[in-house]
């Protein structure tokens, strides 16, 4: 096993040591499929799995429109222009439950799409990210690059779709999401507002314009997180690109009065560090580093789901780099992700991004330079926000889509669960009653019992290219440690980390609290998927890692009022 790079402060090493409807019906739960748009020919292959689920038995699925195989449906387009609806049935026993598609043919095809799978999120690619919009209000984000491929002749909506000229629309939509009693993601989307190539509602307006750029301009009573679709209808077809726009908190870089600046290793030199003009600049030779805490905090509601975003530039790929969020004070309720080496790429300006549940209703923002290689180094941060909404899978067209675990993630058997990972004499799991979800497979969780001491377990698993959320729900037996201690890790060994860290005295003991790590990747590896209670006995159950699976051809056509 590759050795567990120091990655943080010498205090975060110490923690670590310490360390769209839904349709229901009685034991079948589902999500709605997406829509699907195809050039004409075309076909589209998705899992169903991810869309259904049963609370006991087997499923099996039908479709008309389409054809299954298991649980994987295949949908085939026409050989012209033009809309149908494809269903999906799954049943299981004297039940079922069905959704439908619609899908819509077209000769054209939106080009430059802000896909969520490929943005940058994912360490590599340039510019800004183009889904993921973190809106203060009062501010507006102008298109990077223009979506290509509109029909010619943009004009007004007609009703039922547009029967002559091309009609550019912009729309608004919400997002409701809640959890089957299976832990499936049902999620509800429907239109707030809709116009000509222009919308408005909440303080939001979303633009597009003839030659394809587009704008988000968030007034000052910009609230919430909204899907934006932007698309064009005509004779000939339909389609749109979807962007997610998110209140977010601006975090000042103007006065480094406002930080708490200090080495990044007490045993190594410290690194210059420069804030001014909304961009913090870290000067570091080799061998030396900085870490800077937010004097003071951001407030969020607890019990809510954020993310702190950055953008950033380094002419040097041999460093360190961890974002960083202190759940209610430093050193306390600790999230970060750490991605260096082949994660970084140089003289390129990339997003870098976590989420987590907010336990406390405060965030301290942080972040760690750490200069590892031979050469000195330059890293710039700008635009850092504490947006307000979880991890970019939620408002994704699959947001159930999973990697497969070697584990039974509903945890009714623990079974080829590891221990001891670091070889700290680290208590084993053992199997529990108590159960958060229940699942076709039947109910039980796993118990870590680290109460006056450690107890973890862990798995090797698979994750993509792209951004990877591990989830979890815990719940605590009895009464903590002092200085107890909830952990969720993802990490390689060597070039990326990412740990969530809750109190243990933030633990609920009469419910569940759901715990999620982000991990962005730049390239596909194999990673230690870890749980750990320090001083508490804790149950643990619905384990898993989530994925941005949404497909070139996947559309709504509800959001873009069709």
């Known amino acids: 096993m590759r050795k567990m790079p120091v990655l943080t402060i010498v205090g975060l090493a110490a923690l670590l040591g310490l360390v769209a409807a839904p349709a229901q019906a009685a034991t079948v739960v589902a999500n709605d499929t997406p829509d699907i748009r195809l050039a004409p020919g075309g076909t589209v292959v998705f899992d169903l799995a991810n869309f259904f689920d049963a609370v006991t038995g087997s499923l099996t699925y039908t479709a008309e429109g389409g054809t299954v195989t298991g649980s994987m449906v295949q949908v085939f387009g026409g050989d012209t222009p033009g809309r149908s609806v494809a269903k999906f049935t799954a049943t299981s026993g004297a039940e079922s439950a069905t959704v439908e598609s619609v899908v819509q043919v077209s000769s054209f095809a939106i080009g430059n799409k802000p896909a969520v799978d490929n943005n940058n999120r994912i360490p590599g690619l340039a510019g800004g990210n183009i ?4 809106l203060v209000p009062g501010t507006t984000v102008n298109s990077a690059a223009a979506l290509t491929n509109l029909p010619q002749g943009g004009g007004p909506v007609t009703p ?3 029967t002559g000229a091309a009609a550019l629309i912009a729309t608004i939509g919400s997002v409701q999401m809640t959890y089957a009693e299976t832990g499936l993601r049902q999620v509800a989307r429907s239109i707030v507002a809709t116009g000509a190539g222009s919308a408005s509602a909440n303080g939001l307006t979303a633009t597009l314009n003839a030659d394809g750029s ?3 301009a968030a007034a000052s009573n910009f609230t919430g997180a909204w899907i934006v679709s932007l698309g064009a209808t005509a004779p000939t077809g339909a389609d749109s690109a979807n962007l997610l726009a998110a209140q977010a908190i601006a975090v000042g870089m103007t006065d480094a009065a406002a930080w708490l600046v200090m080495p990044a290793l007490a045993s190594a030199p410290q690194a210059n560090l420069t804030v001014a003009n909304g961009a913090a600049t870290v000067t570091a030779d080799a061998g030396s580093g900085v870490l800077a805490i937010l004097n003071t ?3 969020v509601t607890a019990g809510q789901t954020v993310s702190l975003v950055v953008d950033y530039t380094t002419n040097n790929t041999g460093i360190n780099l961890a974002l960083v ?7 306390a309720g600790t999230k970060f992700t750490n991605p260096s080496g082949t994660n970084l790429e140089a003289n ?3 997003n870098l991004s976590i989420s987590f549940v907010n336990m406390s209703g405060n965030v301290y923002p942080c972040f760690q330079v750490w200069n590892g290689s031979s050469s000195a180094a330059t890293v710039t941060l700008t635009n850092m926000k504490v947006v307000l909404a979880g991890p970019v899978v939620d408002y994704a067209f699959d947001p159930n889509a ?4 070697p584990v039974d993630g509903s945890m009714t058997s623990i079974a080829g669960w590891s221990s001891d990972l670091l070889a700290q004499g680290a208590a084993a799991p053992a199997a529990s009653a108590a159960n958060h979800f229940t699942s076709a497979a039947g109910a039980g969780s796993m118990s870590l019992p680290g109460k006056g001491k450690i107890a973890n377990a862990f798995i090797q698993v698979n994750l993509v290219k792209g951004t990877n959320v591990a989830e979890c729900w815990v719940q605590r037996v009895g009464e903590p440690d002092a200085g107890a201690a909830f952990v969720l890790v993802m990490t390689d060994g060597a070039a990326t980390t990412a740990q969530s860290f809750v109190d243990g005295a933030a633990v609920p003991t009469n419910s569940w609290a759901k715990v999620c790590a982000v991990a962005t990747l730049g390239q596909a590896g194999t990673n230690f998927l870890l749980v750990q209670a320090a001083g508490l006995d804790a149950n643990v ?4 890692v989530r994925i941005v699976d949404d497909k070139d051809a996947y559309f709504d056509a509800g959001l873009l009022g069709l």
């Open 160 to 162: 039922g779709g547009a």
């Open 214 to 216: 587009y704008s988000l």
């Open 348 to 350: 390129v300006s990339k």
């Open 297 to 299: 905090p951001i407030a």
């Open 325 to 331: 969020a202190f759940d209610g004070a430093p050193g």
């Open 131 to 134: 889904f993921y919009n973190a």
């Open 402 to 405: 999973a990697l497969a675990l």
């Open 541 to 544: 159950d619905d384990l898993s």
